[in-house]
């Protein structure tokens, strides 16, 4: 017979429970950085994963994880050697013919009619000439500015530095771990779980392998525009849209807005702008609606529709990280409900236990001989 104190009771646990939850999620929100660090260090590690599988036949793990992780460490470097001397080289010429630029611009202007009343108003072309004979000297009074960059700069650094750690330790215990985990699960669950993960870290592994794949396209494709435009490195500005393009959604945008600005200043202007805005904005969308959705539906084996809802879904809540990380997520679930659904009709296709014990404890009848 129920307590007269079973309601308070109820009121109380329910309270508790409500209360419990909400701490537990202020603790996630104040821990949002380092718990994103894991979530962007354990998609890296299962990423790695593949190679250092690769390399594991034929050298012991820790070499191939090492030889890895030192390539990976390589890429940045690389990349900045590559990127760095053409760009001071080109900020170095702009300041430096700033005036020549100036003057092609009022010689333009002079011969329209329009615009040179207009220059003759508001003395446009006299005021770029002056601020043109002013850059060379305004370049040392970048290090302010660069002073100021290099303090978000430090702090992205030692964010990724501690990213690349976590998942060098991931790589290296992750086996383990996962064995570990699926040794402590009852026989009979066992091996589903074994074969779920193994899953995911194949979708994970696959995905990485549709991004490097669509952004290789990306890299080639605008490799082929600017060389056709005579843009000077072209090769080194193909290498930035592929990085940027690994990311979804928004990386090609970023890679098509840092290379216009350098065909504006290195290209025959306006003709090679208008070019390589038509071809960013074309092959975007291309990209977005046709390659990225074919790519990864063969990568990961989810719908295109599903994989362009993922993305948009997690850059919006996410932003950046979301986007690179919807992908696989969705992959994860999918398999995850799969598994669950085989199990479930599992249960209620497995015989009685027993061999059609009672639930007394008896026996069925024999069938009566014939």
Known sequence: ???????????????????????????????????????????????????????????????????????????????????????????????????????????????NETLNNLNQDYQITEKLKEEAEKLPEKIPD??????????????????????????????????????????????????????????????????????????????????????ILGIPFAGPLAVVVFFFDLIPVIGATIAAVLVLAVVAITGDFPVDVIVWVAFAIVYQQVENYVIQPQIQKRATEIEPFVVLVAVLCGATLFGIIGALLAIPTAASIQIAIHEWRDYRRSLIAAPPEGGGETGSGGTAPEPAAS
């Open 142 to 227: 970048a290090a302010g500015v660069l002073s100021d960059i290099g303090v978000g700069l430090v702090n992205s650094i030692f964010a990724g530095v501690t990213i690349f750690i976590l998942s060098l330790f991931m790589v290296a215990g992750g086996p383990r771990w996962v064995n570990g985990f699926v040794e402590a699960q009852r026989p009979e669950h066992a091996e589903r779980i074994e074969r779920t993960l193994r899953r995911i870290a194949n979708a994970v592994g696959n995905y990485v392998g549709g991004a490097l794949l669509q952004a290789t396209i990306a890299g080639i494709a605008a490799f082929i525009v600017l060389t």
């Open 1 to 111: 017979m129920p307590t007269h104190d079973s309601a308070p009771r109820t009121i109380v646990r329910t309270v508790l429970i409500v209360v419990a939850v909400l701490v537990l999620l202020y603790v996630i929100y104040l821990l949002r950085k380092p718990l994103s660090w894991l979530v962007i260090a354990a998609f890296i590690a299962i990423a790695a994963a593949g190679p250092v599988n690769v390399l594991q036949r034929r050298m012991k793990r820790g070499l191939a994880i090492a030889l890895v992780y030192i390539g990976f460490a390589l890429v940045p470097i690389g990349l900045g050697a590559l990127l760095v001397p053409p760009l001071v080289g080109e900020v170095e010429g702009l300041a430096d013919n700033a005036p020549e630029y100036v003057d092609d611009i009022e010689e333009f202007v002079q011969e």
